[in-house]
Nanobody
Framework: QVQLVESGGGSAQAGGSLRLSCAAP????????MAWFRQAPGKEREGVAHRRIDGSIYYADSVKGRFTISKDNALNTLYLQMNSLKPEDTAMYYC?????????????????WGRGTQVTVSS
């Protein structure tokens, strides 16, 4: 079973920054397309950013220009750098792996999930 462990969440002021990490010990991230999702209370899980094996990257419109997804294959770790945070970014953030080729922003398109890390942004 693949284990994905998110970290780096916490509280931030609006305009601040946080960096999330997703460690995948024993899992080869070099051969996988991975993503970050988030879910706020009462809302559906939504795709935030997606990075493919070929290096192409996709972002939700709501985070373009503020968030950056990256991957360190040597460390088997996926990152999400979040800048200019807004209160509406408050959510549980999840790492997803093993993209099956569907819509990148659909939770159904991934086989493996972490347990999430909470991000809270205050105004």
């Amino acid at each position: 079973q693949v284990q994905l462990v998110e970290s780096g969440g916490g509280s931030a002021q609006a305009g601040g920054s946080l960096r999330l990490s997703c460690a995948a010990p024993g899992y080869s991230t070099v051969s996988d397309s991975m993503a970050w999702f988030r879910q706020a209370p009462g809302k559906e899980r939504e795709g935030v950013a997606h990075r493919r094996i070929d290096g192409s990257i996709y972002y939700a419109d709501s985070v373009k220009g503020r968030f950056t997804i990256s991957k360190d294959n040597a460390l088997n770790t996926l990152y999400l750098q979040m800048n200019s945070l807004k209160p509406e970014d408050t959510a549980m953030y999840y790492c997803a792996a093993h993209w099956t080729g569907g819509m990148w922003y659909s939770a159904e398109s991934y086989k493996y999930w972490g347990r999430g890390t909470q991000v809270t942004v205050s105004s």
